[in-house]
């Protein structure tokens, strides 16, 4: 299958119709959700996506079976598992975190875990920075929900990276919009002197859309679904800790030029989903050039 660009040279309209016999695409790093439509329309017809979850410090999972059953978690490769559960875990009480971390035998599913690893490379109970959930015990599988320092509550919220992109993925399909990236951070207030706020999302979408995306839909979307999947943060809005969230519907490519001066474009680079402070966002309004005020 072929297709004409725009400079009248003909293309091929995916890879399969370069590589014919191409059948499967490995991937891992990411959540593939977001852009999952996207590529796979860029791979062709029948071609299949195989996660893996690599990390530089082992080979930690891979998928054996349907995607949403999570991944397999390669527990006789050599590397011994712990499991500090996250409503425990403090990136600034490292030192005294041993006593709080479980064994493999002792995870329960639907729990936030951080991954400890000890492996014959000299690794020793170190923390590789991943939040684990498992789906399944019999055998073990893991689903990735985010890092441990790219977490959400600055409010006391806990929202992690995976209930932010499924809220917004759950969104952007109701409408038929397809994201290119995002990030969300808190946006600090004051009201009778107590420090209040709400979560500022900067979001880019792929143009075009079938309707025409506004901030203030997509935030009352966004908010609903949040409350819907974390009762944490369901509780602040409730009871006005959390103000309603505004966003931000960049024009393309800013969060390419961020990731270029942060140098994280290409490679290995990655945008991180959140944050609870507001480095990352007040670096991208500087270079915004358009924004969708709440």
Known sequence: MLAKASHGKIR???LKAVWPDLECVV??????????????????????FHEVFPASEGFIAAQDADASAGLRLLA???????FIPMKEFSEDRLAGMGMRALPLAEVRTGIDYAVVITTPAGLCRYVIGDVVRFTSLEPYRILYVGRTRLQLSAFGEHVIEKELTDALLTVCQRHGWTIAN?????????????????????????????????????ATELDAELQRLNADYAAKRQGEGLQAPIVRLVMPGLFEQWMKAAGKWGGQGKMPRCRS???????????ARFCDEP
């Open 277 to 287: 402070d507001r480095h990352i966002a007040d670096e991208l309004a500087s270079i």
């Open 27 to 48: 991937h891992g790093g990411v959540p593939l959700a977001p852009f999952a439509d996207e590529l796979k329309a860029l791979a062709g017809p029948g071609v299949t």
């Open 12 to 14: 091929p309209a995916h």
């Open 182 to 218: 995002f990030h969300v951070a808190p946006w600090f207030s004051e009201s009778g002197g107590e420090e209040r706020g709400r979560h500022e999302w900067w979001i880019e979408l792929r143009t075009p859309t079938k309707t025409t995306p506004t901030g203030p839909i997509i």
């Open 76 to 82: 006789d490769a050599g590397i011994f598992y712990e």
